[in-house]
């Protein structure tokens, strides 16, 4: 069975660091690009980070210089390190397999985490 299953997030205050994993089953982990989405209420999903099969990797402007994402193909699983969380982090964050890499102008997203809540606050 195809799916990816995630772990970690939480409440924090500002200042604080998270990481969230997603770990992937029933396919060729390896071979795909990942990305991390976030959604915060009333507004539309956003990809925050997404990291190539050869661990190239890109990040929204909002999250650069505090977020990191990571593979570990071992262990099929990806990582997002967030430090510095800010308020305006607050969102359900999902994984998403790519067909395609990061820096394709409209990559197609075919598996989806269950997404996890974030929430930033003092």
């Known amino acids: 069975q195809v799916q990816l299953v995630q772990s970690g997030g939480g409440s924090v205050q500002p200042g604080g660091s998270l990481r969230l994993s997603c770990t992937a089953s029933?396919?060729?982990?390896?071979?795909?690009?990942m990305g991390w989405f976030r959604q915060a209420p009333g507004k539309e999903s956003v990809r925050v980070a997404c990291?190539?099969?050869?661990?190239?990797?890109n990040y929204a402007d909002s999250v650069k210089g505090r977020f990191t994402i990571i593979r570990d193909n071992d262990k099929k699983t990806v990582f997002l390190q967030m430090n510095d969380l800010k308020p305006e982090d607050t969102a359900t964050y999902s994984c998403?397999?790519?067909?395609?890499?990061?820096?394709?102008?409209?990559?197609?997203?075919?598996?989806w985490g269950q997404g996890t809540q974030v929430t930033v606050s003092s």
């Open positions: 998403a397999r790519l067909h395609g890499g990061c820096f394709d102008r409209r990559p197609r997203y075919d598996v």
């Open positions: 029933g396919f060729l982990f390896r071979h795909y690009a």
């Open positions: 990291i190539n099969s050869n661990e190239d990797s």
